[in-house]
C-alpha cells in the first residue's frame, strides 16, 4: 500500500490533516511536507527529495498548487492525486500585487494583524467549529513564523500555470472543494475535473476552504473512495 503524502496549505502544518491522519495512519504510512522556499518548483524538488519512492498525493490549496508542481517533475512516482481547494492557473496580477503590502507587514512584524484581518476571515464558512479552525489556523502560522510566510507568498506569486499537466496525470484522481469556498471557488474545482482523465469531483456541503477540519467525515469519506479506486 503506497504511502500518502499530504501537502499542507499556506501558513499550516501538520495539524491541518489531523482527522485524516487519525482516519488513516492506522493502515498506511503518511507522510506530511513542509514547504519553505521561495518557488513552488524549489519547494516541490525538496519534498521529492525526502518522499517516498512512490505514493498517493494529497495537497490542499497552496499544498494542492506545490502537489501539481510534484506532478510536473516527477509523475512516475504519483499513485493518484488529490487536489484541494485548489487553483491550477497562475496568480493573476492583481492578486500578485496585493500580496506585496502583506509581505511588508509581516516583515514589520505584523504577521499576527495580517492573519487576522486579511487571511483568516475568507478561509471557513459559518459553523459551531469555526472560532476553534481559527484559532488552530493562528497558531500554525504563529508557529511558522514570518520567514515563512514570505517565502511562501513569493512562491505562490510567482507559480507557473499547470493545467497542461493535468491533462497528462491519467491516474486515479480526486478534486475536492468545500461548497463555500471563495479563495479557491467552485469553477476551479470544474476546470481541474475536466482536465483530468480519471477524475472523480467532490463538493463538501456546508465547508469553506478548509473542509478537511470543517466537514472532516465527508471529506474522509471522499478520500477513502479515492484510495481505494
Known sequence: MAPLLLIPGMMCDARLFAPQ???????????????????????????????????????????????????????????????MDTNPRAELPEVRAAREPQIEAVRGGRLREVMRDEMKPRYLADGPGKQAILDLCMEMALGLGPEVFIAQSRALQTRPDRQEVLKTLDIPALVLCGEHDVLCPLDRHELMDSLLPNSTLTVVAGAGHLPVLERPEETNAALTRWLEA
Open 21 to 83: 491522519i487519525a482516519a488513516f495512519s492506522g493502515a498506511r504510512a503518511i507522510h506530511v511536507a513542509p514547504m519553505r522556499a521561495e518557488t513552488t518548483e524549489e519547494i516541490a524538488a525538496q519534498i521529492l527529495a525526502q518522499a517516498p519512492p512512490r505514493f498517493a498525493l494529497a495537497g490542499l490549496s497552496m499544498g494542492g498548487i506545490v502537489a501539481m508542481e510534484i506532478a510536473a517533475q516527477a509523475p512516475e512516482r504519483i499513485e493518484r492525486i488529490a487536489l
